[in-house]
């Protein structure tokens, strides 16, 4: 755990909509979609770039948790969304997963999915 790292503070103690082995589930402070979620895994690691820190096995169990959490908050159809850096959009340097599902607020994703200079 990083002692500077938001995200590392809300897995150790946020409000958790889901818990695996390894990986808990939050809601986003500031939805984009009716459903809005995020996926934390426990493991410290700043970006997908570096998902290979992760054990193969530790990685499957993420990529299954996310589907278990889509599952969960009632979702069939939704949308995955990982940024990736500054330039993809990342503003919090722990990796994480956007689950996003139902409707959609337009403007807000047109924001997100913009870069600084369009
Ligand atoms: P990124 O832009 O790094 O892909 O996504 C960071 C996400 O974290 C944003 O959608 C933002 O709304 C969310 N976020 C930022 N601070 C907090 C917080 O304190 N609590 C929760 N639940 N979400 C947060
Ligand atoms: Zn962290």
């Known amino acids: 755990m990083s002692s500077d790292c938001l995200f590392?503070?809300?897995?150790?103690?946020?409000?958790?909509v889901g818990k695996g082995?390894?990986?808990?589930?939050?809601?986003?402070?500031?939805p984009m979609a009716e459903t809005h979620l995020l996926v934390l895994p426990a493991r410290h690691v700043d970006t997908?770039?570096?998902?290979?820190?992760?054990?193969?096995?530790?990685?499957?169990?993420?990529?299954r948790f996310v589907a278990e959490t889509a599952?969960?908050?009632?979702?069939e159809d939704y949308r995955l969304l990982v940024n990736v850096g500054p330039g993809g959009g990342q503003t919090v340097f722990h990796l994480h997963w956007h689950v996003l599902?139902?409707?959609?607020?337009g403007t807000r994703i047109a924001k997100t999915l913009a870069t600084e200079d369009a």
């Open 8 to 16: 590392c503070k809300l897995v150790a103690e946020g409000d958790h």
């Open 21 to 30: 082995n390894g990986f808990v589930a939050i809601r986003d402070i500031n």
């Open 48 to 63: 997908f770039r570096d998902v290979g820190a992760f054990p193969d096995e530790e990685a499957g169990r993420m990529l």
């Open 71 to 75: 599952k969960a908050a009632g979702l």
């Open 101 to 105: 599902g139902g409707r959609f607020d």
